[in-house]
């Protein structure tokens, strides 16, 4: 069974500086992973496909890496409005999402 | 533009069947490259794929809810469905249907509804 497992669960970025969250996959996913924002009482919302690929819309600031099993989302420079629940999602293999990392403003 | 919007019943009773429909504009839910898709967030938690249907018909079922679970589409009104029988308590969640991308397997979401609370109880 393929699990994602995101790192970390909360992280605290002051407002300007860079996020970087962590995805890794249990087994290789090749470059079929996806990240989605989620912000309360939302639908997800995608960013980033087939690792490194910003959705339509996506700002600039929002960019993805890795391949196999190890992937990151770095958001460049936080807004306020980037303030989340991140999830990574592959797709490889039927569908599993990770558990979701938490963004908060330092 | 593609939207989607649920709609349903927001309380099931224990071992009833929950039904959902999804209404699809700005794209026929009968050309190829869509996978049409049903998504579920429990209470406070993350997300879990339940399955997703492709224009053919053809159909792809979480393993773990497979057995419970049933899709269909109704072309004519470009909507699509979701079954869930004998449902518990920890069906309780809330239900997004979705558009995923792809041609010989379904990809990333692109598309979202808004999403429907569904409660299970008596």
């Known amino acids: 069974e393929m699990v994602m497992t995101q790192s970390p669960a909360t992280l605290s970025v002051s407002p300007g500086e860079r996020a970087t969250l962590s995805c890794r996959a249990s087994?290789?996913?090749?470059?079929?992973l996806a990240w989605y924002q989620q912000k309360p009482g939302q639908a997800p919302r995608l960013l980033i496909y087939a690792a490194s690929t910003r959705a339509t819309g996506i700002p600039a600031r929002f960019s993805g890496s890795g391949s196999g099993t190890d992937f990151t989302l770095t958001i460049s420079s936080l807004q306020s409005e980037d303030i989340a629940v991140y999830y990574c999602?592959?797709?490889?293999?039927?569908?599993?999402f990770g558990q979701g990392t938490k963004v908060e403003i330092k | 533009q593609v939207q989607l919007q649920e709609s349903g019943p927001g309380l099931v009773k224990p071992s009833q069947t929950l039904s959902l429909t999804c209404t699809v504009s700005g794209v026929s839910i009968s050309s190829a490259g869509s996978y049409w898709t049903w998504i579920r967030q429990h209470p406070g938690k993350g997300l879990e794929g339940i399955g997703n249907?492709?224009?053919?018909?053809?159909?792809h079922y979480s393993p773990s809810l497979k057995s419970r679970v049933s899709m269909s589409l109704d072309t004519s009104k470009n909507q699509f469905s979701l079954r869930l029988t004998s449902v518990i308590a920890a069906d309780t969640a809330v239900y997004f249907c979705?558009?995923?991308?792809?041609?010989?397997?379904?990809?990333?979401?692109?598309?979202w509804g808004p999403g429907t609370q569904v409660s299970v109880s008596s």
């Open positions: 087994q290789s996913v090749s470059s079929n």
């Open positions: 979705a558009r995923a991308e792809g041609v010989v397997m379904p990809g990333a979401i692109h598309n």
């Open positions: 999602q592959q797709y490889n293999d039927w569908w599993t």
């Open positions: 249907i492709y224009y053919t018909g053809r159909t």
